[in-house]
C-alpha cells in the first residue's frame, strides 16, 4: 500500500510541528478500509487560519471495500461514516474533499496519464478569523 499523509510545505508550516487529526484520519482510514492507495492531504494552509491549523482536508482512498458500492455518494458516506468523530460539528475538521475509487478505477485514472490536483484556493470565508498574512 502506498500511504501518503504529508503536509505541502508552505511558509506557515513548522518543520517539527505535529499533526494529530492527519495522523488520526489516516489511522482511521487505513484500519477500516485497507487501502491500496492513501494520501491525506492537510489543505488547511490554503484558506484563512493560523498557521499549522487541522481543519480543511483532501483525502484521496482507494480501497477494495469500494467495489461494493454502486455510486461515488455510497462511498463517500463510508469515508464519512469512518472519520465521524473528525467531521461532526464539534469536531476537529471543518471541510472535507474525498476522492474514493476502487483499485481498478484508479489503475484505469493512471494509465489515462490523469492524476488529483490541490481543491482550490479559499474564497474568503466569513472573516471572522484574523488574516493569517498579518
Not at 508550516?13 to 492537510?42: G, M, W, Y
Not at 458500492?69 to 460539528?89: C, D, F
Not at 496519464?113 to 479559499?122: D, N
Request: proline residues 8%.
Amino acid at each position: 500500500m502506498s500511504v501518503s499523509a504529508t503536509k505541502r510545505s508552505t511558509s506557515s508550516t513548522s518543520l517539527h510541528a505535529s499533526f494529530p487529526v492527519k495522523e488520526a484520519i489516516t489511522k482511521k482510514l487505513t484500519e477500516s478500509l485497507s487501502p491500496t492507495h492513501l494520501e491525506v492531504r492537510n489543505e488547511s494552509y490554503m484558506h484563512n487560519v493560523p498557521p499549522n491549523s487541522e481543519t480543511h482536508f483532501k483525502v484521496i482512498v482507494v480501497s477494495p471495500a469500494f467495489a461494493s458500492t454502486k455510486t461515488p455518494l455510497a462511498r463517500h458516506r463510508m469515508v464519512n461514516s469512518v472519520l465521524s468523530e473528525e467531521v461532526a460539528s464539534n469536531g476537529p475538521v471543518h471541510a472535507l474533499s474525498i476522492v474514493a475509487s476502487t483499485p481498478e478505477q484508479w489503475d484505469a485514472m493512471a494509465a489515462a496519464g490523469k492524476s488529483i490536483g490541490p481543491s482550490p484556493s479559499c474564497r474568503g470565508g466569513d472573516g471572522s478569523l484574523p488574516d493569517k498574512r498579518s
